[in-house]
Structures are given as C-alpha cells and as structure tokens.
C-alpha cells in the first residue's frame, strides 16, 4: 500500500491507497473492471478509482482567478484541491496503464488471485493458488491458445476459465462457468495476464521461440520433444509436471541448446 498525504489548514493527513496491482481489494478490481468495461478514459479512472478507494467525493467546484478548485471530501475532512493538484494525487493510478500508439491502456499485473472462490449462479467453483503455482504445465499451454481467442466470444472466454476453474466433484463445464458475473471473469483473465507476464520474465528463453505458426506454444513444444528426445510418454511427463518444475527444467534446456550453439 502507499501513503498519500494531504494537507488541511496546518494539518497533514494521511491515507492508504492501493500502490501496485495486488494492493486492490476484490471491490476495487471490480470497481476498475466495471470503468474499464463502460470504456471510462484513463484519467477519470484514476479519478473515480482515487474517490473510490479513499471514500471520498467532489462535492462542488469554485471558479478562481487563478483558475478552478475542487472541494474534496473525505469523510469529514475537506480539502481545496486545484485542477493540477487533483491530477496529480490521482496519477498515484498510472501504474494500471501503459503507454500504446492508441493512448493509455490497462496493464494487469496481478499475481494474486482476487477470486480463489467464484460463483456461477448457485455453484461454487474453486482457482487456482496465488503466481499460478499449482497448475500443470498442460494447463498453462491451454491457457495460452485459449487466452488468444477470449476477444471473440464470451464463450471463447468461458473455455478459458474452465481450464483453471473446477467444482469439488470434479472438471468445470463452460455452460457452467456462463452464468458467472461477467466482471468476475474479467478480474480472472487479469489474473492470468499478470501471471503470464512475471512468468515470462522468470523464464524468458522458454518464450523465446515460435514454431511455423508463430505460437509461442509451438515454441514451447519444440523444447519439450527436445527434452524428451521425441519419446511420446517423456513428453507427457513433462506437460503433466506441476507448472514452474517444467518452465524450470524447459529454461535450463534452451540456456544448454544456445550454448552447443554458440559454440558451433
């Protein structure tokens, strides 16, 4: 979390308000979903989030010759902020975006899984841990091919889900995971794609490559058959080991290869 201070009369008064992205509460990701999905601009979302986390609200605005404040209420503390001064508490949000030809997007890096728990309608299904820890290395691939497709179809995205989502009797069926709050499947595939990025930066030759598709998947593939040496049940072994003991051992495997070929 992070300290945001602000000043009335000749009182300092604090605040905690989330300073990365495993800070947000599940409300506060919601809330940002809910903004990012009604296509609210970068800058009133730094806005509304700020207001939102602080409990906060602008109550009215006075005209000044030096140009227009804005009285800020935060429970019974107020504060006159100036245009640039409220600009400038709320850009404690800039590390949700990133910079792109077409503006400021949003940049999930979430590592923590903000729903553990979910429900579709009146069932209760379960995620996985935290990083991503506890799922295969086959899961994850899917989860790759899966994750490129989520744009086309809500039920693109429920296909997804459904590879990491499962009910205590067993496997999670799409039609199922369709009746969870389109919100909650947002903050998932957030989930994933900061899990990805960390993931890609603790092991970037395993993303190094692509096959004649381009798939970073078929990449993937090809370190693994080397790995196994083209023996079918080898390769299972390897797809089917917990997630990060087979990045680990594929990362080794593409530092070896590239040194038998710096070598040559």
Known sequence: MRTLTLEVGIDKLDYLVPG?????SQTQLIYLIRMA????????????????????SIKKYDNRPDGRFFLLKINRDKFWLSSAELNAISSIFNFLFRETKEGLKINPKLTINKFPTAYCGCITVYGPKDGLVDISYQQFADLQIWSTKVDES???LDRFISIIYNRKTGNL???????MSPSVKTAIL???????????????????GSGASGNIVDGQMRII???AQNKLADKEKVKSASLYDALYTMQCAAE?????????
């Open 20 to 24: 990365e992205w495993n800070d947000l």
């Open 37 to 56: 999905q009604n296509q609210v601009t970068a800058e009133e979302m730094k806005l509304k989030l700020l207001l939102y986390c602080l409990d906060g």
């Open 154 to 156: 809500s039920e693109m």
């Open 173 to 179: 069926s799409p039609k199922i995971v369709a009746k």
């Open 190 to 208: 957030w989930f994933y794609m900061g899990c990805l990025q960390m993931i890609q930066q603790r092991f970037p030759k395993v993303f190094q």
């Open 225 to 227: 058959d080397a790995l």
């Open 256 to 264: 070896q290869a590239e040194k038998i070929e710096q070598k040559k």
